[in-house]
C-alpha cells in the first residue's frame, strides 16, 4: 500500500489590527495609489504590543484542527514556518505545540523566509508518506511587522503578519502529488535582515537589525524562478497547464503573481489573491490563501492546486496537490 500526505484542514488567522496604505503615507514618503498600482496591497494586519508569533500560530492551528475535525492531542508532529520565532529556543512549534496539548511527537521551526511553508509542507509530507507521522500540522506564522523599519518606505509598506495551517494525514488516497524546493544562497544580500545571533553585535551596531532588500532584483529573480518551478511540478507530474484547477500562489505582489498566472496560461479567476487584504507575510500567506479560498468553498475536494513561493535566501518552491 502506498501512502500519501493528504490536507484534511486548514485555518488561518489574522490580528484584529489593521493598518492601510493611508496610514502609512502619515509616516513615510507614499501613497495609496503608489503602493496599490506597484504591489496590488491596500492593508495588512499588525500585531498587538503583547501578541506573538505562538499566538498567531495557534488561532490558526485550532481552527485547522477544528476543520479536520479532530483532536488536538492525536497530532504526531509540527512543522512550523516562521523568519520570526519568538524566542531563540525554544523553537516556536515547541511553545505551540505546550498549547495545543499534543505532546511527544516532534515539533520544530523551518526557517526559509517567504518560502517556509512550502518547505514545512515538503518535509512534513515526509514524515507521513513514510507512515513515521499519521497526523501532521503544518504551520506558516510571522510577526514580520517586528523585523520592519518603519522609517523605509522601500520595505514597511509591503509586509504584514498573520498565521495559517494545514492538518495533514496519511491516506491511501493523493494527497500532496509532489513538492519542488530549490536555494540559491549566494543572493542572500538582496534581501535580508543582517543582524541574528551569533553576528548580531556588528549588525545592530550598525543599526541594521530589518529587514533590507533590493526590490527590483528580487521581483526579476522571483518572476524567473517561480516561473520556472511552477512548470517543474507539472513536468514532474505529467500534468498540463491545463489541468490545473487553482493557483495558490505566495501573496508578496499581485504583479509577480499575475507574471506566473500568465507563464501557466491561467486567468486570474484561478487564482487565489489575498495580498490586498492583508500584504505580504512571508511563510503565513500561502496557508492564509488556501483557507480563504477553502473556506469561500471555492477550493473543493478532488481538484489540483498548484503552490509556489519566492523568498530570502534564496529560496523557491512549489507543490501540487490534490484536494
Ligand atoms: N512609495 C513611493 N515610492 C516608493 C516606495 C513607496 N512605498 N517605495 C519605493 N519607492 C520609490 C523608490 O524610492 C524609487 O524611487 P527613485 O526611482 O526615485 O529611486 C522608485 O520608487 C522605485 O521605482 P520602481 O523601481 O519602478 O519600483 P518597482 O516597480 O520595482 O516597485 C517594488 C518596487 C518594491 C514594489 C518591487 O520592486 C517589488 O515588489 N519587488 C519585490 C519585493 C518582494 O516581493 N519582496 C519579497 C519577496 S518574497
Known sequence: MTLHARIIGTGSYLPEKIVTNDDLAKIVDTTDSWIQERTGIKQRHIVADDEFTVDLAEHASR???EAAGIDASEIDLIVLATTTADQVFPSTACLLQSRLGCQG??????????????????VAEKF???????????????????????????????FGDGAGAVVLEASEEPGILSTHLHANGDYSKLLHVPSGVSNNLAAVQEGRAYVEMEGSDVFKMAVKKMGEVVIEALDANNLAKSDVDWLVPHQANQRIIAATAKKLGMTMDKVVLTVAEHGNTSAASIPLALDAAVRQNRIKAGETILIEAFGGGFTWGSALIRY
Open 63 to 65: 481552527r485547522a484542527i
Open 105 to 122: 511527537g516532534p515539533a520544530f521551526d523551518i526557517q526559509a523566509v517567504c518560502t517556509g511553508f512550502v518547505y514545512a509542507l515538503s
Open 128 to 158: 507521513v508518506a513514510t507512515g513515521t507521522s499519521k497526523k501532521a500540522l503544518v504551520v506558516g506564522a510571522e510577526t514580520f511587522s517586528r523585523i520592519l523599519d518603519w522609517t523605509d518606505r522601500n520595505t514597511c509598506v509591503l
